[in-house]
C-alpha cells in the first residue's frame, strides 16, 4: 500500500504498546483467533474471561484491518428492520435477532465505560439523512419499527435536520439516538490492552500462512516459521481475508471504502457543522457518512475505487460530496485521506462458518462492524465455550463461493457507476 496515500487522522492512546505475546512452543491453547481487529480481539476478551487460553496471532499491528481505519460511527442494527428480520428467519431467531441487533452499540459503549478505555467517543445519536421522498418514507417505516420496540429513535423534518446536520438538500430524516461516534483506533488498541489483561497472548506481526489438523488439534504456522497448536481456531480476518481457509474469501466482495478529513474547523464553522456531535449517513445508493473528530475535523467516507489509490485525486468525489453538503467549507483545507477494505455479502448480513469441528470463520461485516462485531465477539466466545448455537445470533452456514467470484471488480465498478448516476438524477 502506497502509505504516503493512505494517512488516517486516528490515534492510538498515548501509552499503547506493541503486542508481541506467543504461547510457549510445543505449549497449545482453547482458542487461536486469526485477526487482531474487534471481532478477534472482542471474542479473545470475551473467551479469557471465560477461563479460555486463547493466542491472537496478526499479520500487522493491531488497528491496521478495517477495526482502526473506519469512521467510528457506532451504528446498532443490521442493514435490514425489524420486521424483515422477523419474516425471514422466523419468530424466534429473528426475534433474538432483533434484540441482538439493537444491542450492538451498548456493547462498544458499554466496553467502554465499564473498562475506562482512554477512547474519545460522543453518543448522541445517528442520523439517516433522507435526500428523497421515498427515502423519508423508508426512515418512517424504520422509526415506526424501532419505536414499537422502545427504542430512543424520532424522525427529524427538513428544519430539524437542518439545524442539526448545517448540510443542505435534505427532506428529513431519522435520529437513532442508541449510536454515536469513537475513535475507532484508539478503541482497537484499548480492546487490545484489556485483552491482555485479561490474559490474552497478543502477538502483532505474525501472518498465518497454514492452517491443519492432526490428531485432534489444530496446527498453526505463521510466515516468521511460529508453529503453534490449538484446540480451536477462530478466523477473523474479514475483508483482510485471503487463501488460508479454500473458498472463503470467494464468500466476500471486498469493496474499498475512502474517507477524508478537513483541517481542525473554526468555532464558527463548527458551531453550524453537527453542533450536536451525531453521525450521518446519507440515503443515496452510493452513500457518504460523515461525523466530527475529537480534535474537531469534518471527516466524510464513501465508496472509492478497488484499485490502490495512487495521488489525492482519487478522493476527489469525497471532496464533492462534501462542497455540495457544506459549500461553506470550500476555503477549508483536506489534511488527510486514507482507505480500508469492507467485505460484503450477498445477502448483507454477516456470515458465520464452522466447515469443520473447532474451526469458525466470520465474514461480512457489511461497513457496520464496531458495533456488530464487539457485540458477535462476545457471543462466539459463548459458543467457543459451550458449544451452544444458540449463543450465536446467526446460523452457522456453509461457505459458499460466489459465482463468477473472479469477475467482481468488473460487476462492483459497473454497478457503482450506475448508482452513481441515478444518485445524480435525484439531486
Ligand atoms: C473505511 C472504512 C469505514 C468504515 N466505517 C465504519 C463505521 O463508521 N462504522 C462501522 O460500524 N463500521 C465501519 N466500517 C466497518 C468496520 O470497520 C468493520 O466491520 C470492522 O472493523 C471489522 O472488524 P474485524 O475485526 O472483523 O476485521 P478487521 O479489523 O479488518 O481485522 C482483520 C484482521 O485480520 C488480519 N489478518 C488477515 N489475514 C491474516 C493472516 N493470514 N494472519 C494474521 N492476521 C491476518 C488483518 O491484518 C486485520 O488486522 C468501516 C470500514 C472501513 C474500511
Known amino acids: 500500500m502506497p502509505t504516503s496515500f493512505s494517512d488516517p487522522i486516528w490515534q492510538k492512546p498515548q501509552a499503547a504498546s506493541a503486542f508481541q505475546s506467543l504461547v ?34 496478526d499479520a500487522g499491528e493491531i488497528g491496521q484491518g478495517a477495526s482502526g481505519l473506519n469512521g467510528g460511527q457506532v451504528i446498532p442494527g443490521l442493514k435490514y428492520d425489524p420486521e424483515w428480520l422477523l419474516h ?58 424501532w419505536r414499537a420496540r ?10 430539524e435536520i437542518a439545524a442539526m446536520t448545517g448540510a443542505q438538500g435534505y ?14 483506533l484508539a478503541y482497537t488498541s484499548e480492546l487490545a490492552r484489556v485483552a491482555a ?38 478466523l477473523a480476518t474479514n475483508a483482510y481475508t485471503g487463501g488460508l481457509l479454500p473458498g472463503l474469501a470467494e464468500t466476500i466482495v471486498p469493496l474499498h471504502s475512502f474517507q477524508i478529513a478537513t483541517a481542525p474547523l473554526s468555532s ?32 466524510l467516507g464513501g465508496r472509492g475505487r478497488m484499485a ?54 466470520v465474514v461480512g461485516c457489511q461497513g457496520r462492524g464496531v458495533g456488530l462485531m464487539t457485540a458477535l465477539g462476545e457471543r462466539l466466545a459463548g459458543y467457543l465455550g459451550t458449544g451452544d448455537a444458540r449463543q450465536l445470533p446467526f446460523p452457522v452456514s456453509p461457505i459458499r463461493p460466489i459465482p463468477f467470484h473472479a469477475f467482481r471488480q468488473v460487476g462492483v465498478a459497473a454497478t457503482i457507476a450506475w448508482y452513481r448516476m441515478l444518485d445524480a438524477f435525484e439531486r
Open 24 to 57: 510457549a512452543a510445543g505449549e497449545r491453547v482453547d482458542v487461536l483467533i486469526v485477526g487482531g481487529g474487534i471481532l478477534g480481539l472482542s471474542t479473545a476478551l470475551h473467551a479469557a474471561r471465560l477461563g479460555m487460553s486463547v493466542q491472537v496471532l
Open 88 to 145: 425471514h428467519f422466523g419468530p424466534e431467531r429473528g426475534e433474538a435477532l432483533v434484540n441482538f441487533a439493537a444491542s450492538t452499540a451498548n456493547a462498544v459503549f458499554e466496553l467502554i465505560e465499564d473498562e475506562k478505555l482512554a477512547v474519545s467517543f460522543v453518543r448522541n445519536g445517528w442520523i439517516q439523512a433522507a435526500h428523497t421522498e421515498t427515502a423519508l418514507k423508508a426512515a418512517a417505516n424504520r422509526d415506526r419499527q
Open 150 to 159: 422502545g427504542a430512543d429513535v424520532r424522525l427529524l423534518n427538513e428544519t
Open 171 to 184: 427532506l428529513g430524516g431519522w435520529l437513532d439516538r442508541r449510536a454515536g461516534v469513537i475513535d475507532p
Open 197 to 234: 489483561v485479561a490474559g490474552v497472548k497478543i502477538a502483532e506481526r505474525q501472518k498465518v500462512v497454514q492452517l491443519g489438523r492432526n490428531a485432534g488439534l489444530w496446527r498453526i504456522s505463521t510466515e516468521s516459521g511460529a508453529e503453534l497448536q490449538a484446540k480451536a481456531v477462530l
Open 268 to 299: 464558527n464553522l463548527a458551531a453550524t457543522i453537527l453542533p450536536e456531535g451525531q453521525a450521518v449517513s446519507d440515503s443515496r445508493r452510493i452513500l457518504v457518512y460523515y461525523r466530527k473528530s475529537a480534535d474537531g475535523r469534518l471527516v
Open 308 to 361: 490502490l489509490p495512487t495521488s489525492p485525486a482519487d478522493w476527489a468525489h469525497l471532496e464533492r460530496a462534501l462542497l455540495r453538503l457544506y459549500p461553506a467549507l470550500s476555503d477549508v483545507a483536506i489534511e488527510k485521506r486514507w482507505f480500508g477494505r469492507v467485505a460484503m455479502t450477498p445477502d448483507h448480513l454477516p456470515h458465520i462458518h464452522e466447515p469443520e469441528q473447532g474451526l469458525l470463520a
